[in-house]
């Protein structure tokens, strides 16, 4: 199979057909391998236009997803970027292609070194990952420019707005356990100006700031 093409197929029909613009955005895309992040049986699927399974019960998002998240979060040069769910570290490498730093924290031990594995091949040297729950923020590092949660949750996890930036922005999908809203929330001094984007379907944040286990 040809990977190439399936990749900029995948650029051409479903991220600029569906209105993704940033130039930056789209040729991050065009860098990174995503099939290099699934599992081998699945691999054949890695260009489709849905999400597939990486292992643990947890998917690696629709292309569209990632390119959507990734553009509302405004990336830009010298942000330092924290990832709340890695997954299969598919995120957090185009983030990388496009900012200073990403720190990415996953709850499950083998998908956290597997990503890890995946981006050492692949050369990433800014990228931090950590095993643990997200919903507590990463407060060696913090404050960050930019927050990304790729899992769905009931409510924004306050530790990470506490250790968001001034001016800073935060993506993350509000919703109950079948659905949600693509939101994204800007802070601004005393305030949150929140923006919905379009609704969604992510597998649960599972953490004391999330969906509690069970
Ligand atoms: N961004 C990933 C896809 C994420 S799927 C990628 O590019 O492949 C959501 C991930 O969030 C899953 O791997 C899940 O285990 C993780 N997750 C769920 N709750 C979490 C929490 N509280 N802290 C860290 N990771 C969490």
């Not at 956290?112 to 643990?132: F, P």
């Not at 250790?163 to 800073?168: A, I, N, P, Q, Y």
């Not at 949150?192 to 597998?203: D, P, R, S, W």
Request: net charge neutral; with cysteine; hydrophobic share 40%.
């Amino acid at each position: 199979m040809d990977y190439k093409v399936l990749r900029e197929r995948m650029i051409k029909e479903q991220l600029v057909a569906r209105a993704i613009k940033n130039k930056e955005v789209l040729n991050a895309f065009y860098k990174v391998e995503r099939h290099k992040f699934i599992p081998e049986e699945f691999r054949g699927s890695a260009y489709a236009d849905y999400p597939v399974p990486i292992g643990e019960g947890q998917t690696i998002s629709q292309p569209f997803m990632v390119a959507l998240m990734t553009e509302c979060l405004l990336p830009s040069p010298q942000d330092r970027i924290l990832e709340i769910g890695t997954g299969s570290g598919y995120q957090a490498a185009i983030l990388a292609e496009l900012v200073k730093e990403v720190y990415s924290i996953e709850r499950f031990a083998e998908l956290a070194r597997t990503a890890e594995d995946t981006l050492r091949q692949l050369g990433y040297k800014n990228i931090k990952i950590r095993v643990g729950d997200g919903t507590l923020g990463w407060l060696e590092e913090a404050p960050f420019d930019k927050i990304i949660v790729t899992a769905a949750s009931p409510e924004i996890p306050k530790p990470l707005l506490e250790r968001l930036k001034e001016f800073g922005r935060l993506v993350i999908p509000l919703g109950d356990s079948f659905s949600q809203v693509l939101t994204v929330v800007e802070k601004q001094k005393d305030k949150l100006i929140k923006t919905e984007v379009c609704g969604c379907v992510f597998v649960p944040l599972v953490g004391k700031y999330g969906w509690r286990q069970n």
